[in-house]
């Protein structure tokens, strides 16, 4: 036995022992204990662990670690998320194949997490740039296809000139590339899509299950990016071309206030309409477009924008009154948006108005709100009203406005009522070399073929001769004796597609594959998905809130509904956590402001470290590493570990013979221990641990003694508790208690008749001011407390002369006696 406490020595003697022991191997056989899966949001390999994969570890091994104590069979797997541009431009940067620089990466994490004491089940890991994997990645792409789930059309799409690649929506933050902060342009491309609209009610219906499990600022986030809304598809005629335009809007009662068209400078229609235009019109458009491309989506929708745009020359007639409205191209509409054209309501839209106000156009009140009008004030009116100026929809509000302008353009023949959603189909093609490659064979005979099943996995060609900077097209077009492969069906000439999928593809379902990781016969095991699936707790940064768990949330209704899954939600509780600061900034080398993980564990050691994560505050919130101490956590370890090494007593002395009043803290702490773990206040938890610790040391120094029985009770509750945030310190507690495997301890169920207090002090106070304390019985009266305060002589020195105001009496706690 240790003489002091010394990370260091505890963390070799143990690591080792749990290696061999494996106490979290989910797998076993004949297992009968009841399952859960935890799941943290699996890393990505671009270098060693950092402070924020620290928390994010801490925390979810802090869940893992308390359902195992309480007796489950805990599923806590780990992988990596391993493909992707980061690998690639750090490969070709150090002239490395991506592959080594992958793999090199995950074999020091994997050792940083194993020294970290992580408790995954090292047996289930995968990695997700391997053919194992992502042969079936390339499954699920045919699978989709088959079902017209994936598809590929020419379309404008998110372009980063620096990463020269194509990004979805969701991977622009704020008009940049999220990978290297490049400004993104438009680029016509045919690019593959998943159609994650077929979707989109029930991936926004569904969020209402997860009501109270999810953070609500993410099913806030995830309601606002599907963006449903309601309305009616309304047909114009335009002049010139025969066939009619469809029209989204929210607003149908409004038509008659409809004053013009606006059309995206970017959609096919505004191309199509010009190109009947004068070279004229065409050359400025042309000029005009070229400027759109250079800004992002956000900045073309944000309110403060100057307006800009371009009248045509063509005209289209309002269904409703016939009457002849212009058409405009302008950047302020989104080529993406329902068939990129809208029509303009000026005096009740205000980006309408702010346009017709620029444009010199012309603005009709339809509504009448009783606010000022929109063409003296500049401010579109867009409360409920009366529809004035409206011919037949006069004099109704604005509900049976709508329905009645539905019914109208229903009778006519010129729309329908619809609905239109602000989520658009996934964009999953990039031009890079590094990512599963898209299983489809392009023969000019027989067009798109997808790859024969017993030709799976296409696994990406060696590097050698390829040159993977990026160029605007795959790197893989130029590996001709893996591009150019004769057609499944023909045997004719035909190349390979060589775009590679999005990364989001590996990540959208990989929480099923670590059922059964080294499957070669299928993606997942269906039966094991009935018996862990879906995952129980999953943990994770809220950066994630709209891509992952948006398109994990796609892949699990497809699956359902190809048979392969009985549940419609992937996970049932979601945790996020904050970010690891350093003096109120995010950590980065330009900042100087690094913290290298590494060095911190080196210095206070694991267990401090990690019991600092939990202890610095509520999950979710930040975490500034300047304002916490790891050194003062590590003092606590060495105080809770003394108490172990104090203890002596016999293992296995009934407990019940020890003092009672000790016991009573001890099992009062069991259940506020438990609470707060189980509602995510691992800083509670922490410190009901610190409270414990209090007590049996005062315990031990008092006249209770180490000897007695509740002493040793005590300092083993301890010993599984601090299990969850410091394992190697716990382990060795539990050692010195003289057991084995702290992490397969399972928590005492408290004792009820412990937890009953028969006395409790209550206070007195006069005038807001503490003036005595009493014990009294929790059964005390009102009356019996007023009594006894109001003879106390304390009370009655600080009342005086004074009379009474008022007597406020709150048994068995409290006496607030107030005076004149």
């Known amino acids: 036995m240790r003489a002091e406490y010394n990370f260091e020595d505890i963390q070799n003697q143990w690591l080792p022992i749990w290696d061999e022991q494996k106490p979290f191997d989910s797998s076993k056989p004949g297992d009968q204990r009841p399952r859960k899966y935890v799941l943290d949001m699996f890393p990505y390999p671009s270098g060693d662990l950092h402070m924020g994969h620290a928390e994010a570890y801490a925390l979810g091994d802090v869940i893992s670690r308390y359902w195992v104590q309480r007796g489950y069979n805990v599923m806590h797997p780990i992988g990596w998320d391993a493909f992707g541009l980061p690998a690639e431009n750090a490969a070709i940067k150090r002239g490395l194949d991506p592959r080594d620089w992958t793999y090199e990466n995950i074999a020091q994490q994997k050792a940083s997490m194993r020294r970290y004491a992580c ?17 079936w990645n390339q499954w699920l792409f045919l699978e989709f296809y088959k079902r017209g789930l994936a598809y590929r059309k020419n379309s404008n799409v998110n372009w980063c000139p620096s990463c020269q690649t194509v990004l979805a929506n969701e991977q622009v933050v704020q008009g940049l590339c999220e990978r290297c902060d490049s400004q993104v342009t438009k680029k016509a491309l ?32 995830q309601r606002n990016w599907i ?23 929210t607003r149908p009662d409004t038509l008659y206030g409809a004053t013009f068209m606006v059309a995206a400078v970017d959609s ?88 017709a106000r620029a444009m010199n156009l012309p603005v009709r009140t339809v509504i009448a709100t009783g606010e000022a009008d929109p063409v003296d004030s500049g401010i579109a009116t867009t409360g409920d009203g009366t529809l004035v100026n409206s011919g037949e929809l006069n004099g109704l509000d604005k509900a049976d406005a709508i329905a009645r302008a539905i019914e109208i353009i229903t009778e006519k023949n010129l729309g329908q009522k619809a609905k239109n959603f602000r ?122 809130a709209i891509l992952h768990l948006l398109y994990s949330r796609f892949f699990t209704k497809v699956l359902k509904d190809m048979g392969l899954i009985e549940f419609d939600e992937p996970f049932t509780k979601l945790l996020n956590q904050g970010m690891v600061l350093m003096n109120g900034s995010a950590m980065s080398k330009s900042r100087g402001n690094i913290v290298r993980l590494s060095e911190q564990l080196d210095i206070h050691g694991v267990d401090a470290v990690r019991l600092t994560m939990a202890f610095a505050g509520p999950p979710e919130d930040d975490i500034d590493w300047a304002d916490v101490s790891p050194a003062a956590s590590s003092k606590f370890l060495a105080r809770a570990w003394r108490i172990a090494k104090d203890v002596s007593s016999e293992v296995g002395v009934e407990a019940s013979t020890g003092d009672a009043e000790l016991r009573r803290v001890t099992h009062s702490f069991l259940v506020g221990f438990g609470e707060a773990i189980e509602g995510f206040k691992f800083n509670v938890g922490v410190a009901r641990a610190m409270e414990l610790t209090n007590a049996l040391r005062k315990a031990i120094d008092s006249g209770v003694g180490p000897s007695d029985p509740a002493v040793r009770e005590g300092a083993e509750e301890l010993a599984k508790a601090l299990s969850l945030f410091a394992p190697y310190a716990a382990e060795d507690m539990w050692a010195i208690l003289g057991h084995s495997q702290v992490a397969l301890a399972e928590f005492k169920t408290a004792d009820e008749s412990l937890l009953v207090q028969e006395t409790i002090t209550a206070i007195a106070q ?35 002369d004074r009379e009474l105001a008022n007597v406020i009496i709150r048994a068995p706690k409290l006496v607030n006696i107030a005076t004149k």
């Open 119 to 135: 408790s995954f089940d090292w047996d289930r890991v995968l990695e997700t740039c391997d053919p194992l994997y992502y042969r």
């Open 268 to 355: 096919a229609l505004a191309q199509e309409l010009v190109s009947e235009t004068s070279e004229e019109t065409q050359a400025q458009f042309n000029t005009y477009l070229d400027s759109v491309k250079k800004v992002n989506d956000i900045d073309r929708l944000a309110t403060d924008r100057p307006k800009s745009g371009m009248d045509i020359g063509r005209f289209a007639v309002n269904p409703l009154n016939g009457e002849r409205i212009p058409i405009w191209v302008s950047d302020y509409v989104l080529a993406d948006y329902g068939t990129g054209s809208i029509m303009a309501v000026p005096a009740h839209d205000q980006r309408d108005l702010d346009f």
């Open 423 to 544: 989520l658009r189909d996934w964009l999953i093609s990039r031009q890079r070399y590094w990512g599963t490659p898209i299983p489809i064979i392009h023969c000019e005979a027989c067009g798109e073929v997808p790859v024969p099943q017993d030709q799976l996995p296409v696994e990406l060609p060696s590097t050698k001769g390829l040159d993977l900077a990026p160029k605007g097209s795959s790197p893989l077009g130029a590996a001709s004796d893996w591009v150019n492969v004769p057609c499944p069906k023909c045997q004719g000439p035909a190349r390979r597609d060589s775009d590679t999928m999005d990364t989001f593809v590996d990540s959208s379902w990989y929480f099923l594959r670590f059922l059964n990781p080294k499957s070669t016969t299928e993606a997942f095991s269906s039966e094991e998905a009935k018996k862990w699936a879906p995952v129980d707790q999953y943990v994770g940064g809220v950066t994630h």
């Open 227 to 249: 963006g449903r809304s309601h309305g009616a598809n309304v047909d114009f005629e335009i002049e010139g071309r025969a066939e009619k335009v469809s029209v989204f809007t």
């Open 190 to 221: 045919t690019q593959w899509y998943f159609k994650v609209t077929d979707y989109a009610d029930r991936l926004l219906d569904d969020l209402d299950g997860l009501e109270g499990n999810w953070p609500s600022k993410v099913l806030s986030m």
């Open 766 to 800: 006069v005038d807001g001011k503490l003036r005595d304390k009493f014990e009294v019985s929790v059964n005390i009266t009102e009356t019996e407390l007023k009594d006894l305060a109001m003879s106390s002589e304390l009370v009655r020195r600080a009342i005086g």
